[in-house]
């Protein structure tokens, strides 16, 4: 998906938020700002936005030599989301769901309200409503019934996660899936709050499913810049369940795979690249 004029301003949001979470020091900021829109001034309309963040934050990250500025939120969230999730557990809400796997689905889509780049300070209740609502509202797209399909008739599945916190949400789906074929993947360093090694093993996913990381540290999955090893186990899957929307504006383009995304709609310009509405709970194959 390329970049439309309505992710400008979001882009230059995210500089001034970009400068102010890595580095108190008000010099810093104004580098790193002044930084990010000369990115912006001299933008390529054929990139999509996560290949720019990706510049932005690269030099956040040289003028600061502060590598993982949102660490802390990080682990914040994964412990929020550890909390909401013993709750579900103790409940037993997919026990007692009538569609057990589509209940699974809802609740990895609900996780994708946790994100940092979109201007979205999720709080704790803010995340228990997507949860909440998840389970009313009607999923945009060709729905559970067609993933499950898609996941009986495949051999190899990559599921591409999104967000730390996020995927503790995603171990509900991961649980429904046959853990023999599927690769889990983060990335491969710290960008904003995506999930890596690190939150993997944190949160257990290493002790359900196989785990690689894609072995570059931009939002979403830029195939040219990821790693060898990633790309051929990329290439060896039949199915791809990419999470969240920096994943689809990154992997949208590509025509040759089976790819079901599962997602919040939380800006316009990819609600308008789907066809469905702003906040819409999306699990689609286009």
């Known amino acids: 998906m390329k970049i439309s004029r309505e992710c400008i301003h979001c882009l230059a949001r995210q500089a001034v938020e970009i400068a102010e979470e890595v580095t108190e020091d008000r010099a810093d900021q104004e580098k790193i700002i002044r930084e990010s829109l000369k990115e912006l001034s001299e933008i390529d309309f054929n990139l999509s936005a996560p290949e720019i963040a990706f510049k932005m934050h690269q030099h956040a990250k040289r003028i600061t030599g502060n590598n993982d500025p949102y660490k802390r939120l990080k682990e914040d969230y994964n412990s929020m989301a550890v909390k909401i999730s013993e709750k579900i557990i103790e ?59 898609a996941i009986n008739n495949s051999k190899k599945i990559m599921y591409i996660a999104d967000n730390s916190g996020e995927i503790v949400f995603d171990k509900f789906l991961l649980q429904e899936l046959p853990k023999d074929k599927v690769t889990f993947v983060v990335k491969g360093g710290p960008i904003v709050n995506d999930a890596t090694m690190d939150d993997a093993i944190e949160i257990g996913v290493v002790d359900l499913v196989n785990v690689i990381d894609n072995g570059h540290t931009a939002q979403g999955t830029i195939l040219s810049d990821c790693s060898e090893d990633f790309r051929n186990e990329f290439d060896k899957a039949d199915l791809i369940i990419s999470k969240g929307q920096a994943n689809f504006e990154t992997l949208s383009n590509v025509v040759d795979k089976k790819i079901f995304y599962l997602l919040r709609a939380k800006c316009k310009s990819v609600a308008s690249e789907i066809g469905c509405k702003h906040m819409d709970y999306v699990l689609t194959n286009l």
Do not use: M, P
């Not at 409940?91 to 009538?98: D, I, P, R, V, Y």
């Open 91 to 149: 409940e037993k809400w997919l026990e007692n769901a009538a569609d057990e796997f589509d209940l699974a689905c809802r609740l990895a889509i609900a996780g994708n309200i946790i994100d940092f780049s979109v201007g979205i300070d999720a709080k704790y209740s803010d995340i228990v409503k997507s949860i909440e609502d998840s389970i009313k509202h009607d999923l945009f797209g060709t729905g559970s019934i067609a993933l499950r399909d």
